[in-house]
Each structure stands twice: as structure tokens, then as C-alpha cells.
T-cell receptor, first 113, second 114 residues
Framework: GDSVTQMEGPVTLSEEAFLTINCTYT??????LFWYVQYPGEGLQLLLK?????DKGSNKGFEATYRKETTSFHLEKGSVQVSDSAVYFC????????????FGKGTHLIIQP | EAGVAQSPRYKIIEKRQSVAFWCNPI?????LYWYQQILGQGPKLLIQ????????DSQLPKDRFSAERLKGVDSTLKIQPAKLEDSAVYLC????????????FGPGTRLTVL
């Protein structure tokens, strides 16, 4: 079945550091790929998405590129802030009508001032 | 625009008891999802509705879990009887038309089974 693997946390960085959170997937067909974020005390919310190969999703300074050849969708940000501290989930939908998300386990990101 | 509403926010029950969760999606959203999130893991899809019909319930433990979406609006998820391993956060999400459309999540119901 479909699956998502993302790097284990917690990931601890200093403010203004460069961020990469790795995500790889296994899926049949052509999935759509997502990054969701859960800030402390808040619900899950969409951060960015990409629906086909070579698409780049971006939002709030975060970027991720859909790489079909490496089945990856790594999340990057050039300069993180304390307010980026959260749990980040990589996810996919297989499409074809059944559109439930398949999530990775999540990566807890901690940004220190 | 009001978000996805869920109730109750917290529930504590004894094993073998029954429990029900309620979800009201964003107005006009045709697709509704229930997910189970066990501590330290990502959410897992339990069931997907399109209007009031079931699209995918392949991961729903049907011997103890049931869900309905009468009239294609709000939805109820029930567990009967509950087991210790059902302790989790139950998330409801909705989207306007499934597929690649954004899913909007509610705050969740945290269930503890003792």
C-alpha cells in the first residue's frame, strides 16, 4: 500500500538556520503530495502542496519540490524563526476518488533563539 | 467562515464502554473524513464520505467502529465496545470536493480508554 517516510525528530536548530526535513513516499500511480503543520495547541493545517511531478509548493518561506525520479518531497526553508517550532507531517493522496491522506509519522521541529 | 467543529474535545471512558464523537464540517463541503491519530504517529484515515455515501472505509475496524453522515452534513463516529488501544485523538476533516482539494481539520477529540 501507499506509505510516507519522513525523518525522525526532534530536530533542533538555531534561529536563522537552514532547514531541511526529508520525506520520501511509496505509491502506485501519480499521487498528490502535501506538507501539513501542527503548531502547539492548534489543529492540523495545510502548509503547501504539489499535484504533479516537478511542481514546487511554497508558503510562508517554506518550499518543497515533487521529485518523481527520487520519490521525494523534502521541505526546506532558508532561515527559520522561533515561530516555526511545530510538528510537520508529510502526506499524500492517491487520487482516483479515494482521497484520504496517508501521513508520515511527523517531525517535531524546535527552533532555539 | 467557521471551521470544522468537533465535540466533545476530551472523553475518558472505561474499556468495553461505548463512545460517540460528532463532527460538523465547513458549510458546503461535500467530502468528510475521520482520522485516528495515536500518540507519536501521523493520522490514519478511518473513513471518507462523499455527501452521505461512503467512499473508503477500508481501514475502519468494522467490528467495533461505525460512522454515519445522515443528510450529507454532520457526522457521528461511534466505538462500541472500546479497547485500550483505541486511546487516540480522533480528527475530522472536510474538503469541498476531495481529490487534490485542501482538507481542513477540526481540533480533534482526545479519547482516553482506561
Amino acid at each position: 500500500g501507499d506509505s510516507v517516510t519522513q525523518m525522525e525528530g526532534p530536530v533542533t536548530l538555531s534561529e536563522e538556520a537552514f532547514l531541511t526535513i526529508n520525506c520520501t513516499y511509496t505509491a502506485t500511480g501519480y499521487p498528490s503530495l502535501f506538507w501539513y503543520v501542527q503548531y502547539p495547541g492548534e489543529g492540523l493545517q495545510l502548509l503547501l502542496k504539489a499535484t504533479k511531478a516537478d511542481d514546487k509548493g511554497s508558503n510562508k518561506g517554506f518550499e518543497a519540490t515533487y521529485r518523481k525520479e527520487t520519490t521525494s518531497f523534502h521541505l526546506e526553508k532558508g532561515s527559520v524563526q522561533v515561530s516555526d517550532s511545530a510538528v510537520y507531517f508529510c502526506a499524500l493522496t492517491a487520487g482516483g476518488g479515494a482521497d484520504g491522506l496517508t501521513f508520515g509519522k511527523g517531525t517535531h521541529l524546535i527552533i532555539q533563539p | 467562515e467557521a471551521g470544522v467543529a468537533q465535540s466533545p474535545r476530551y472523553k475518558i471512558i472505561e474499556k468495553r464502554q461505548s463512545v460517540a464523537f460528532w463532527c460538523n464540517p465547513i458549510s458546503g463541503h461535500a467530502t468528510l473524513y475521520w482520522y485516528q491519530q495515536i500518540l507519536g504517529q501521523g493520522p490514519k484515515l478511518l473513513i471518507q464520505f462523499q455527501n452521505n455515501g461512503v467512499v473508503d472505509d477500508s481501514q475502519l475496524p468494522k467490528d467495533r467502529f461505525s460512522a454515519e453522515r445522515l443528510k450529507g452534513v454532520d457526522s457521528t463516529l461511534k466505538i462500541q465496545p472500546a479497547k485500550l488501544e483505541d486511546s487516540a485523538v480522533y480528527l475530522c476533516a472536510s474538503s469541498s470536493d476531495g481529490s487534490t482539494d485542501t482538507q481542513y481539520f477540526g481540533p480533534g477529540t482526545r479519547l482516553t480508554v482506561l
